[in-house]
């Protein structure tokens, strides 16, 4: 049975008044508050479910934001994967069309990737923007490079025969009508290729139907291009003067044999080497 007179002492304890006194530092007299024991022991238990529900929402929170991250790199890494999906369709498609015309002439007319022989000009440009606004040492010689004589390309890139020229020719590969925007000079596989002025090297590596390609910048507007080399002997960033190896003869990319592809552009455009090959300009 339970003792009546233990219980009433329990709540006699429990409803005992505490006094809580505040003492303000000014001078206004010190207030007091009578709370029963049994009130500051129920505000100390929600005190502390508060606190573990707060710690709760917080780890909740977390965790949301975790997986939400991980969620976020998935269908990233899956909306790259469904891009790449789609090109490598698309080149199915385009091989297929392609080897469905039959012959070696009609796939060569019809493929997009141009094989003129002439360079991917708007693709080279952005390239090379991006490397002589990236490159500190292309910026700084361009800066200070003053002399118009040094920076003008003379002379051939390396010993051969013009088998192609500048302007409206037919193409060795299509047998198409194109423009050919700079000269072909045939000559042995493995012979050095030369730099036809001062320069730095915007540059230097595979450039599709160019196959190893080097550019050289020289001021005052001038670039100068080397295309089908078989090896390369310079990197992006390295000065080089007139006559130094560059690369060496080859037939890589779109090339029916052994040549240098060698063109001049003046303020971005390409201008017929010929005149500067004979020292005309």
């Known amino acids: 049975m339970f003792d009546i007179h233990k219980i009433k002492g329990i709540c006699k304890k429990a409803f005992t008044p505490v006094t809580i006194m505040l003492v303000p530092h000014s001078k206004t007299r010190p207030i007091n508050f009578k709370i029963p024991f049994i009130g500051i022991l129920t505000s100390i238990i929600l005190c502390c479910f508060g606190v573990v529900y707060v710690l709760s929402i917080a780890v909740d929170t977390f965790e949301y934001y975790r997986m939400k991250d991980n969620l976020d790199y998935y269908s990233q890494q899956f909306t790259e994967l469904k891009s790449t999906i789609s090109s490598l369709k698309k080149a199915e498609s385009e091989f297929k069309r392609l080897f469905s015309l039959g012959s070696k ?64 020719r037919q193409n060795p590969r299509t047998g198409g009508d194109d423009f050919h925007t700079g000269i072909d000079i045939s000559t042995n596989p493995g012979d050095p290729v030369r730099a036809t002025a001062d320069g730095i090297v915007s540059f230097s590596g595979w450039n599709g139907g160019s196959g190893n390609l080097v550019v050289l910048e020289h001021g005052h507007g001038f670039s100068t291009f080397y295309a089908h080399n078989r090896a390369l002997a310079v990197k992006v960033g390295q000065k080089v003067k007139k006559g130094d190896v560059i690369g060496y003869v080859g037939s890589t990319g779109y090339s029916t044999g052994p040549h240098v592809h060698y063109e001049i552009w003046k303020e971005g455009k390409p201008v017929d080497p010929i005149g500067y090959v004979k020292g005309r300009s």
Do not use: C, F, W
């Not at 796939?107 to 022989?117: K, T, W």
């Not at 923007?129 to 361009?142: A, C, F, M, P």
């Open 105 to 168: 002439e009609k796939v060569l007319e019809n493929m997009n990737a141009s094989d003129s022989g002439s360079l991917d000009m708007e693709n080279l440009k952005q390239q090379i923007k991006i490397t002589v606004e990236t490159v500190g040492e292309i910026k700084d010689y361009l800066h200070i490079q003053g002399d118009i004589y040094i920076a003008t390309p003379r002379g051939m890139p390396v010993g051969g025969d013009i088998s192609s020229y500048y302007g409206k």
